[in-house]
């Protein structure tokens, strides 16, 4: 397989190119039989297309996450699709911390809508995971979870207010 020229010999790689080709807006293409071949393997073409159509088809505003909705990369990054590596590449570095669309989509260039849909991409993958939005409270050492001081008092005023609203 050779590719403007170009020879394609790993299988992974043809496949990449094909779905290279197939994100272009524009252009044409062909398929021809090239003259002395040395090499061939078998590139089932159904999972290629279907894997592209499945990741490029367009994403209903009710799966869309909220705009402000932060994600982090998960903890074992598993491989990253290849038809999702050129967003991946630019998306990635921001991921690292937490980030999201509202945040990321003026640092990128893109719209809020697209960002959206690839984190919703991204998500729907396993490579991304909602980041952890409570607030880190220290807990004094050897106080076990209901005893800490802080704890204890605003359970108190809680109470005291409760008591008094409902004349208790």
């Given at each position: 397989m050779t590719i403007g020229g170009?020879?394609?010999?790993?299988?992974?790689?043809?496949a990449d190119r094909i779905r290279q080709l197939l994100g272009h807006t524009q252009g044409?293409?062909?398929?021809?039989?090239?003259?002395?071949?040395?090499?061939?393997?078998?590139l089932p073409l159904h999972p290629v297309l279907h894997q592209f159509a499945q990741l490029n088809a367009s994403?209903?505003?009710?799966?869309?996450?909220h705009p402000e909705t932060r994600f982090t990369l998960v903890a074992a990054?598993?491989?990253?699709?290849?038809?999702?590596?050129?967003?991946?590449e630019a998306l990635a570095p921001l991921l690292r911390g937490a980030t999201s669309a509202s945040e990321a989509a003026p640092l990128l260039g893109w719209t809020v809508r697209?960002?959206?849909?690839?984190?919703?991409?991204?998500?729907?993958?396993?490579?991304i995971e909602l980041a952890s939005t409570a607030p880190v409270v220290p807990v004094p050492a050897g106080a076990a979870?209901?005893?800490?001081?802080?704890?204890q008092s605003v359970l108190r005023r809680f109470i005291h207010r409760l008591r008094t609203w409902g004349g208790a």
């Open positions: 170009h020879p394609v010999t790993l299988r992974d790689h043809a044409t293409f062909t398929f021809q039989a090239a003259e002395g071949t040395q090499r061939t393997f078998l994403v209903p505003d009710s799966e869309l996450p990054q598993p491989e990253v699709p290849a038809a999702l590596h050129g967003t991946w697209e960002t959206q849909a690839t984190l919703y991409r991204y998500r729907s993958t396993g490579l979870d209901g005893d800490a001081p802080a704890t």
